[in-house]
């Protein structure tokens, strides 16, 4: 079985500074990697995902992702977020061989003028 | 190309009334999931039907919760009787195809039934 721990569950910002937010991962099996980004009343929307391959990942909306198999961390980064980017956004794993997908608890980032 | 549909948006009943929710996924895709997201918590996976058959129903408390789809297109998930901590977004998710054997395929979300139990 695999588990995600989302290491802040609030993360308040300035518009144009940078931001990380920090994901750890626990399995025993290989795995693929996700952020998801949910806005108010909306579904989730995939921002980026880490399949195999190069471990610094881009994804929509300027963000990126780096994987650390040693440290099984998946951290998502910003380098200057903007007030459209206030949302909640959530980490999630899946085993290579085909698990369900597993979220963390989610992170709501805020970024204020 | 038509995202995924979910209806009703918001539903409030008393508890121990029942509820259907209804999901009309994204054109050809055949795995469709269910997944109820308790507020400040991440989605839980309820139920993942590959075409019209269950794939994963472990989480799934099947004493109140059924779910169908048939003809592998439409699916409805029902509660009843509903309890309090019902109180959740249900969302739906659709995909080409279920992941693994080293491929995965992206779920596509609705934007979910919020519902609440009084």
């Known amino acids: 079985a695999q588990s995600v721990t989302q290491l802040d569950s609030q993360v308040p910002v300035f518009e144009e500074a940078p931001v990380e937010l920090r994901c750890n991962y626990s399995?025993?099996?290989?795995?693929?990697l996700f952020w998801y980004v949910q806005y108010p009343n909306q579904g989730l929307q995939l921002l980026l995902k880490y399949l195999s391959g190069s471990t610094l990942v881009k994804g929509i909306n300027g963000f990126e992702a780096e994987f650390n198999k040693s440290q099984t961390s998946f951290h998502l980064r910003k380098p200057s977020v903007h007030i459209s980017d206030t949302a909640e956004y959530f980490c999630a794993v899946e085993s290579t061989s085909g698990s369900r997908l597993t979220f963390g608890e989610g992170t709501q980032l805020t970024v204020n003028p | 190309e038509a995202g995924v549909a979910q209806s009703p948006r918001y539903k409030i009943i008393e508890k121990r009334q029942s509820v259907a929710f209804w999901c009309n996924p994204i054109?050809?895709?055949?795995?469709l999931y269910w997944y109820q997201q308790i507020l400040g918590q991440g989605p839980k996976l309820l139920i993942q039907f590959q075409n019209n058959g269950v794939v994963d129903d472990s989480q799934l408390p099947k004493d109140r919760f059924s779910a169908e789809r048939l003809k592998g297109v439409d699916s409805t998930l029902k509660i009843q009787p509903a309890k309090l901590e019902d109180s959740a977004v249900y969302l739906c998710?659709?995909?080409?195809?279920?992941?693994?054997?080293?491929?995965?395929?992206?779920?596509?979300f609705g934007p979910g039934t919020r519902l609440t139990v009084t």
């Open positions: 998710a659709s995909s080409l195809g279920p992941s693994g054997s080293g491929s995965s395929y992206e779920q596509y």
């Open positions: 399995s025993s099996v290989s795995v693929y």
């Open positions: 054109s050809g895709h055949a795995t």
